[in-house]
């Protein structure tokens, strides 16, 4: 019955463990994500082109 319990707690450790490592990867996918978006959009309208004025 000991081995039955120690074997339970093991088991919500690596749970716990792989819940971390998928909110970790979480993280990290959105921060790849929002520089990539802030890369584009500077690539697409640099900010000093924003004060350019053109003729009508």
Not at 14 to 35: E, P
Not at 37 to 46: K, T
Request: aromatic share 12%.
């Amino acid at each position: 019955m000991l081995a039955t319990a120690a074997a339970g707690s093991v088991l919500e450790l690596d749970c716990a463990i792989h819940s971390l490592g998928g909110l970790g990867f979480f993280i990290v996918w959105k921060v790849f994500v929002f520089a990539v978006a802030v890369v584009g959009a500077l690539l697409v309208m640099p900010p000093w082109a924003a004060c350019l004025t053109f003729p009508p």
